[in-house]
């Protein structure tokens, strides 16, 4: 393996025009097996799995709309979509990072254990759902602007940012079902929500010291992704979602 | 609040023989059996007994006899005991009944009204014993036609990959969680000694089991648990499961005392946490998205393993079916009704679902008919019993068999249906080192290879019976079964003639 610094690494190009996954995919496993570190990928039209299962410290660029399952059971890759992304991305990831300077569907980070995910404007429905976390492993999603219901579903661990920066201030977050069922891990919440929007399962708290120096961090590293100013979105209060039992199914069963 | 629920079982000390040892006192994990040591006496709460007999084969000197209790309730055929002790239950809890194992109930067993055939006069039988008798069976998917290369003699046409299996009976997958690690270093042993498959269950896989990947189905379910790129790496084949026969359509919950240091380092999440699964795999909302799933193991496993989709009989199978395949399932396996679980509601498991014998025939007819058999191999569980079952199932359309509760009876298993408590005596259903040490592996997986030998030499003796010296030539072979007792809607869905007929 080179030891060379990344951005030193020549960058190769592959035009998805045309390619059906199954292709571009494959020639994406080809070339990071022959030890290339930076990709781009132009004109991206749907196709989908891209970076599913790569597990090297590579970084690709997607210009264009990735498919479904974008970056799913991931391991390592660094992607950066300039565009919108579509349904189950980050779907399992176990590690890596996903920038997206766009949209994101639905069951964004999906029983993700690790990795982060950057959404710069809003996602779908079930954002979040059942992620982990495991030793050293959290996964990190953080969304600019809204989602839909669902949002924090059966979170098990991690760490749910959602900002609402396209909300103006008087304006209430549209989902409902909010962290149903979560038994683990956090939701920072920017904006205004009604209690009726929350799942059952959860509790809100305002924020403690180590909650800011958690917010500071996400939040910066999503400010400097996408060229905002972190003071200023912290500025504005956030509350703390948590899940007031690690159990909450515990009770339901006769012996 | 005073409990009204009765003893079930009656527990007898012989103390003409006990010589108060207090073996039954170690074995029993229910809190039996007790010795007081002021009085030197052994005593019995034999309220606490569930019948599951590891005291009594384990005393050294036969004292002990467990037996039903006998109370008898005022007869009525509506009010049957069961269903008084479960509304105690209930009164007394509010919750919802847990249960372990498949259904009880005894809903018709249609292997019991299936019978074989076999050769006489017109065609010759065959003895195993000396003639040589084909077990073999390959999963996966097989190509629509084929072409050959005249002049290399070699096949022109591109196989989807193929799993080659010795015996037709396979390991249903039973997490890691659910049962012990033992357990699955039992089966994994066995599988790889006879030459077939074990499965993960949906709780990962242990690296100290890595080793047995070649004889591995990992499962990727609704939950997840420890699915990463070594796991479906390791495999030889990806099952993603969507249901269970023992609880069609409901999610899993491996409650947080059973999820211990190791547990959790299988399944990648925090010790001590409820393991959810939940109810729909959130990434499966119909067909097309089934097939989205199914691509993306096709893709992180680079096109090079079957990719096994497994669901619970249900009164659409054969239309699901129809659509998993064109999903682009390479197995496809139903759970039928009898399938077991390490939990489920009672109300679930003994009321959703249909047996697996009716399934099984209309999944096979359905695909036939739509010319799409070859695409996927078939694999049935639930309640599977002996050698006779599994060829009568293979008759029917199966190309292979997955066995749970057999493998676990194997074990040493006397499904007494607590393996929802934790507590299981055997160390089986459990994941409490001081029971799971129990389950010794070495012995463990040499029960199970023998167990896979009896069928396996069973199974050749019905085929020389039938005249046919491969499995292939029975699978699917309906004109070597006849039904007994059966009315003629069953008879048509099982597609088999009447006995004598």
């Known amino acids: 393996m080179k030891n060379a610094m990344k951005t030193n690494e020549p960058t190769v190009t592959i035009d998805a025009s045309g390619l059906h996954y199954r292709e571009l995919n494959a020639q994406l496993r080809k070339i990071i097996q022959n030890g290339t570190q930076n990709i781009e990928l132009k004109n991206v039209h749907g196709q989908r799995y891209i970076g599913t299962d790569l597990n090297r410290q590579v970084e690709i660029d997607i210009f264009g709309t990735p498919g479904n399952d974008l970056g799913a059971f991931m391991d390592g890759p660094k992607i950066i979509v300039h565009g919108n992304a579509q349904d189950g991305c980050g779907n399992t990831m176990n590690s890596g990072e996903i920038i997206i300077h766009g949209h994101a569907g639905d069951i964004l980070g999906l029983s993700a254990r690790g990795g982060k995910i950057f959404v710069r404007d809003d996602v779908g429905y079930r954002a979040g759902i059942h992620m982990k976390e495991y030793q050293d492993r959290k996964p990190i999603v953080v969304i600019g602007g809204t989602a839909q219901d669902f949002v924090g579903e059966y979170m098990a661990g991690g760490v749910l940012i959602l900002l609402g920066m396209n909300l103006d201030k008087d304006t209430y977050h549209k989902a409902k079902f909010i962290g149903t069922g979560m038994h683990s891990g956090v939701i920072y919440l920017r904006g205004n929500v009604n209690e009726y929007q929350l799942g059952k399962e959860i509790g809100t708290a305002p924020l403690e010291e180590k909650d800011q120096q958690v917010l500071q961090q996400y939040v910066g590293e999503f400010a400097a992704h996408f060229g905002y100013n972190t003071d200023d979105i912290l500025k504005q209060s956030f509350i703390k979602l948590f899940p007031r039992w690690l159990r909450p199914y515990g009770r339901l069963y006769a012996y | 609040m005073k409990t009204y629920l009765p003893t079930k079982f009656v527990v007898e000390r012989d103390p003409e023989r006990c010589i108060q040892c207090q073996v039954c006192v170690n074995q029993c994990s229910f809190d039996v059996h007790s010795y007081d040591t002021r009085d030197n006496v052994l005593a ?24 039903q209790n006998p109370l008898d309730y005022r007869q009525n055929s509506n009010w049957r005991p069961e269903y008084i002790e479960d509304i105690i239950k209930q009164a007394e809890t509010g919750g919802v009944l847990l249960t372990g194992m498949g259904d009880d109930k005894g809903q018709r067993i249609y292997w019991d009204h299936l019978v074989l055939n076999a050769s006489q006069v017109t065609n010759p039988s065959i003895d195993p014993l000396r003639e040589p008798m084909e077990l073999t069976t390959y999963l996966g998917r097989k190509p629509d036609r084929v072409e050959l290369d005249a002049d290399l003699k070699s096949l022109k046409t591109e196989l989807a990959p193929q799993v080659k299996i010795e015996v037709p009976v396979m ?10 690690l033992n357990v699955h270093e039992s089966l994994a042993r066995a599988a790889t000694e006879m030459g077939t498959l074990w499965n993960t269950g949906e709780g990962g896989l242990h690296p100290k089991l890595f080793k047995y990947g070649e004889n591995t189905i990992v499962q990727v379910a609704s939950g997840r648990f420890g699915v990463h790129a070594e796991y479906l790496d390791v495999a030889k084949i990806v099952e993603i499961k969507i249901g269970q026969g023992a609880k069609p359509g409901i999610g899993g919950h491996l409650p947080g005392e059973k999820v211990s240091a190791e547990v959790s380092m299988t399944r990648m999440i925090p ?27 096709k893709e992180a496993t680079n096109y090079t393993k079957p990719i096994s989709v497994k669901i619970a009989a249900v009164h659409n199978s054969a239309a699901i079916a129809s659509g998993m395949v064109r999903a682009g399932a390479d197995i496809i396996v139903l759970d039928g009704l009898r399938g077991a679980t390490g939990a489920a509601p009672k109300v679930i498991r003994d009321n959703v679902g249909i047996p697996i014998e009716l399934a099984l025939a209309s999944v096979d007819s359905r695909l036939r008919e739509e010319g799409i058999r070859n695409r996927a191999s078939i694999v049935v569980s639930g309640g599977i019993r002996n050698s006779g079952d599994v060829t009568k199932a293979i008759a029917l359309g199966a190309d292979a068999i997955y066995i749970g509760t057999a493998a676990l009876i194997a ?53 020389g019976g039938l005249g046919v010296n491969a499995l292939e030539s029975l699978r699917g072979n309906r004109l070597h079964l006849r039904g007994i007792n059966l009315n003629n809607t069953e008879l048509e869905i099982l597609g088999v003639r009447m006995a004598g007929s």
């Open chain 2, 44 to 67: 019995c709460r034999q309220e606490n007994c569930v019948g599951c007999h590891r005291c009594v084969i384990f005393c050294p000197t036969g004292a002990l006899t467990i037996r």
């Open chain 2, 171 to 180: 390991f249903a997958a039973m997490s890691y969680g659910a049962v012990s």
């Open chain 2, 271 to 297: 010790q001590g946490t409820d393991a959810l699964s939940p109810a729909p795999q959130h990434d499966i909302y119909s067909i097309e998205d089934l097939a989205q799933l199914i691509y993306a193991l």
């Open chain 2, 411 to 463: 074990l040493g298993c006397t499904v007494c249906q607590q393996c929802h408590t934790g507590k299981c005596a055997w160390g089986i259903c459990t994941t409490d080192l001081a029971l799971t040490k129990r389950v010794n592996p070495d012995i463990g997986a040499r029960r199970l290879a023998n167990l896979l030998r009896g069928w396996s030499l069973e199974i050749k003796d019905i085929l």
